[in-house]
């Protein structure tokens, strides 16, 4: 399928069959809209055949064009497309997760509607926003790249989203998504002609049902990483990853509650929330929110600002290029771990840091912020060693690693072995835990402490 990308004014070659077919983008004042389809919103057979572009309203003329080129150069290599596209896609989903929680959290931080949140079979919370960033995310791809490409593996199974003791939640997941979508042309692409129905969102979340492997292209979707920090106003991420023949692509990460300086990620939350009603939005303001992306082989990561209400997407949206800390003395370094006990040992990391000399307290936050927090030079090591019988999701990490890779850090298991996203769902065959930092003498030290301690650990 061919797609008009405002920041491109070039040819495009298809996605679908015939790759060395192409259509020429004119470079014009304006674009030419296209038609969106909605026959109760069913994608039609022919999608590769359509051109599904980004609305005319806002052109961009040829020296911006250029600008932005020169600025990021490597976005014309393999990949631009789809970087683009996920980056889109991921700044939608943090505007609707921003609206969700301010919905269903109080001030004092309560949870206030039941109809939004429920409990897994894990016990582990689950709400309107993961299925509504989820259905988002399958739409956005599949307009912009055409379903028959597209294959996403993601979290949540539209099953359970199904059943009859569910049907407030499928009603509030309905009327999100169709919320959302009527700002799609804020993000650069079109809105559907008419509100989807509930079959219609069902579809479109059922199409992530991937269950990934060693060949072929997929997605990987997280689509509220850090549900419990969400729920209670914390800090969560939206996590979009490409891998094609088991290998990481590129990454997108959304921090919607990142805020702009580091020493405030370790204050409560209530506080953060406070803070954000008194103080104006500023570039200094904790909540101002920040999307993060790198594409394999470029060498370079970036960040770019969340757009916030009545703004326009316009790509590469004042992106700025992050790198990860020089440090790499432990007693000036910061780690991060996560904060539930539940699913990584806190005695152990914290055995691990006294031992390679790490002396500050350990940043603990919710999500892949972690990741985000080391590319953003704001934390320089993460470690995280899984209780016996808990198995990490391909979803939890593959956005995160190739971000701090491309910023020049590193991410490997305990062993050192790089993560192996080939396997499926799950990181199978890890080497005891993940091991990320910001450079090689301190992912030198950790790997050798874990050896020596490692038969203590209880683990």
């Keep these: 399928m061919s797609s008009y990308f405002s920041s491109f004014g070039t040819k495009i070659p298809r996605m679908g069959k015939g790759y060395d077919d192409v259509f020429t983008v004119t470079k014009t004042k304006h674009a030419v809209k296209q038609p969106v389809s909605c026959s109760n919103y069913k994608v039609p057979n022919n999608l590769s055949k359509q051109h599904i572009g980004f609305v005319s309203k806002f052109p ?13 150069p490597e976005l014309s290599e393999d990949y631009s497309k789809e970087l683009e596209v996920a980056v889109r896609a991921v700044q939608m989903a943090c505007s609707l997760c921003q609206r969700v929680q301010d919905s269903i959290i109080s001030d004092t931080g309560s949870v206030t509607n039941h109809r939004q949140v429920q409990s897994k079979d894990d016990n582990s919370p689950v709400t309107v926003a993961d299925w509504s960033v989820q259905a988002i995310v399958s739409w956005m791809l599949s307009e912009c790249l055409g379903s028959q490409n597209v294959s996403i593996v993601a979290e949540e199974d539209v099953q359970s989203l199904s059943k009859a003791n569910s049907s407030e939640l ?22 559907p002609k008419c509100a989807l129905s509930t079959s219609d969102v069902l579809e479109i979340i059922g199409r992530c049902s991937s269950t990934g492997g060693p060949t072929g292209r997929f997605w990987v979707l997280d689509p509220v990483d850090g549900t419990l920090g ?56 904790w909540n101002k929110g920040c999307v993060l992306y790198a594409k394999r082989g470029s060498g370079k990561a970036w960040m770019q600002p969340l757009i916030h209400v009545n703004k326009m997407f316009v790509w590469p949206n004042h992106a700025k290029q992050v790198s990860v800390s020089p440090i790499d003395n432990p007693a000036l370094a910061t780690f991060c771990e996560p904060v539930e006990k539940a699913n990584s040992s806190h ?7 006294h031992t390679i000399g790490l002396r500050k307290q350990p940043l603990r936050v919710y999500s892949m912020v972690k990741y985000a927090a080391i590319a ?18 391909i979803w939890d990490h593959a956005a995160g690693v190739i971000i701090i890779q491309e910023a020049g850090g590193m991410v490997t298991d305990a062993g050192g072995l790089p993560l192996d996203f080939s396997k499926g769902l799950y990181l199978e065959g890890l080497d005891r835990g993940i091991v990320a930092c910001s450079g090689a003498t301190l992912h030198a030290k950790i790997i050798d402490a874990v050896d020596a301690s490692w038969g203590s650990s209880g683990l």
């Design 60 to 72: 961009v003329m040829e020296e911006e064009q250029q600008k932005r080129l020169d600025v990021l």
């Design 170 to 191: 499928l009603e509030a997941v309905v009327e999100t998504v169709n919320q959302c979508l009527a700002e799609a042309p804020r993000f650069g692409v079109q809105e």
């Design 230 to 285: 969400f729920v209670r106003g914390d800090q969560y991420a939206v996590a979009l990853a490409l891998i094609e023949d088991g290998e990481v692509k590129l990454g997108v990460l959304g921090c919607p509650n990142y805020p702009m300086r580091k020493e405030w990620l370790s204050y409560h939350h209530r506080y953060h929330r406070i803070i954000s009603k008194l103080t104006p939005p500023t570039a200094e303001t």
């Design 347 to 353: 005695s152990f990391t914290a055995g691990l840091a």
């Design 376 to 393: 953003r030079v704001d934390a320089e090591v993460f470690m995280k060693f899984a209780r016996a019988g808990y198995k990490e999701k």
